[in-house]
């Protein structure tokens, strides 16, 4: 059992190589990325893909190497001013205090050691930045959750900040991760940082990348999986490997709980009871204001449907998208107007929003506000009987 939830792990990113799975162009990316002096990262893609994940590893695989420090995640919130981002991040970097040339590091701590943030001054400016990073030798800051800096002040700052280390050819690499929508508006209000940031994707991953997870994580937990429960879990997870680690660490935990070491379809049955049950209290009233009604009503079923649409990399689909997962669920043919009015409704106050819509009428685009809440609406619906199998998410 302790193996198992060593192997899994749903709420928490991955830290270790060895759990670590696909992602090898994104990886070679950053870490080409991180070799060029002058080049930063901008990491973004939805909630959920594994964007964490990525640069934790990345962080991992160059600590230890000559001069590489990283200074590990740093998680923005909302109050965050610019001083306070960096001190935050310099607080992680240990320094001997009592050193008298400049600034140096001192892996042995000694009753003297502070950190960097102590030659932050009051006010910091992207310059101060700038000196300091200067001294070091080869680092890497990343500076996640970007998206929850509301201040714009900040994001101005942290522009500018690229922008002087960039010039001045500092061997710092910062790794910059957020929504998508957070680093659109860094770029295109600063657009003289461009040249200076190599703009990496985290898409959805692939079910191949999906398959991988499971195989290290089962080989991890000394267990082996049926190939039909395999494909169960890396298709209900639609990309979001969230739901990978959520549904194999329940299937295997009903395996083991019966005395078994071979984790079969039955056991992936069970997991999805469990972890619909388990999902995150947010998404399970947001689903329930969705469809829940007096009434006969279609909500459940437009909102299925939505979740089997095929959506593209950003996560939209269109009304269009709808018709055929929706002809499917029904057994007849729904046209757009037959549901259109259940879409409008998932995009306002009355039944959400549980979906973001963008474009103009007849053009609109449609996208789950919250990526995580798509695999349990085909989850809940798989349950109910709305659908019979997972042939339909391919
Ligand atoms: N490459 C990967 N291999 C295995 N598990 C992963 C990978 N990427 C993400 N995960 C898992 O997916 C979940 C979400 O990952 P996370 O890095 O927190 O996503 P994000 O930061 O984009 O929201 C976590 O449970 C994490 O363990
Ligand atoms: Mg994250």
Known sequence: MQRISESFS??????QKVLFAGRIQQFTDV???????????????????GKTSLSTVISHAFKGTANTISSGTINCDQTM??????????????INAGITNGIGFNATPTMHTGSLADYLPATVTPDDIRHILQRLGKT??????????EDPEVTTLLADTIKTLSDHSVPTTLILVGVADSVNSLIQEHQSVERAL???RMPRMTVAELDEIIDKGVANAGMTIEKAAKNKISSLSQGLPHYTHLLALHALQTAARKGQTHVTGEDVSSAIENALSKAQQSIISAYHKATSSQRENLYAQ??????LAKPDALGYFSAADVRDPMTEIMGRFYDIPAFSQHLNAFCDDQRGPILQRIGETRRFRFRFINPLMQPYVTMDGLKRGLIKDTSLLK
């Open 10 to 15: 749903p709420s928490a990113p991955i830290d």
């Open 140 to 149: 890497i800051i990343v500076i996640d959750e970007l998206d929850r800096i």
């Open 198 to 200: 190599v703009q990496i």
């Open 31 to 49: 870490a080409n990325a991180v070799a060029q002096r002058g080049q930063h990262v901008i990491l973004f893609g939805e909630r959920g893909v």
């Open 81 to 94: 001013d610019f001083g306070g981002l960096w001190r935050k991040v310099f607080r992680e970097i240990p």
């Open 302 to 307: 437009v909102l299925l449907a939505c979740a």
